[in-house]
T-cell receptor, first 113, second 114 residues
Framework: GNSVTQMEGPVTLSEEAFLTINCTYTATGYPSLFWYVQYPGEGLQLLLKATKADDKGSNKGFEATYRKETTSFHLEKGSVQVSDSAVYFCALSDQTSGSRLTFGEGTQLTVNP | EPEVTQTPSHQVTQMGQEVILRCVPI?????FYWYRQILGQKVEFLVS????????KSEIFDDQFSVERPDGSNFTLKIRSTKLEDSAMYFC????????????FGPGTRLTVL
């Protein structure tokens, strides 16, 4: 079946530091890949997505590249802000298993001023 | 910007009671979903709904669960006889299509079963 594995958290950084959150996946078909973000007390917000190999999704300074050869979709940001503190979820959707999203464990990011 | 809304934000119930969680998806979306997140665990898929019927469900979605779209705007999840292990955050989501379009989530309902 499908699965998503994220780097173990939590992650604590200083403002303006470089962020990487690792995500690898296992899928039976050709999945679409997503990053969702959950700010405190809120729901899951779609941050970025990529639908095929070598696509790069980007939004709000965050980027992730769909790497089929390494089955990865790592999230990066060059300079984090305190307001980026949240939980980040990697997820995939694979049409061979319907339209459900399969999520990773989530990574708590805390950015200190 | 259109958004998915959910009510109530927090529901407390006694074991064995029925609960109905309500969602209003984004108005032009066609696919609707329920997920849940038990504290400290992954977000898990429960069910998807399209064209007024269930299109997919997980092994979690047993006979105690049901979904309904009673009118043109609401989408509900009913748990007939709640168990302690049903305590979780329940998220509703909607999407315009399948696959790569992405799903848009509501803020969640925290269900506490005592």
């Amino acid at each position: 079946g499908n699965s998503v594995t994220q780097m173990e958290g939590p992650v604590t950084l200083s403002e303006e530091a470089f962020l990487t959150i690792n995500c690898t996946y296992t899928a039976t078909g050709y999945p679409s890949l997503f990053w969702y973000v959950q700010y405190p007390g809120e729901g899951l917000q779609l941050l970025l997505k990529a639908t095929k190999a070598d696509d790069k999704g980007s939004n709000k300074g965050f980027e992730a590249t769909y790497r089929k050869e390494t089955t990865s979709f790592h999230l990066e940001k060059g300079s984090v802000q305190v307001s980026d503190s949240a939980v980040y979820f990697c997820a995939l959707s694979d049409q061979t298993s319907g339209s459900r999203l399969t999520f990773g464990e989530g990574t708590q990011l805390t950015v200190n001023p | 910007e259109p958004e998915v809304t959910q009510t109530p934000s927090h529901q407390v119930t006694q074991m064995g009671q029925e609960v109905i969680l309500r969602c209003v998806p984004i108005s032009n979306h066609l696919y609707f979903y329920w997920y849940r997140q038990i504290l400290g665990q992954k977000v898990e898929f429960l069910v998807s709904f399209y064209n007024n019927e269930i299109s997919e469900k997980s092994e979690i979605f047993d006979d105690q669960f049901s979904v309904e779209r009673p009118d043109g705007s609401n989408f509900t999840l009913k748990i007939r006889s709640t168990k302690l292990e049903d305590s979780a955050m329940y998220f509703c989501a909607s999407s315009a299509g399948r696959g790569g379009l992405g799903q848009f989530f509501g803020p969640g309902t925290r269900l506490t079963v005592l």
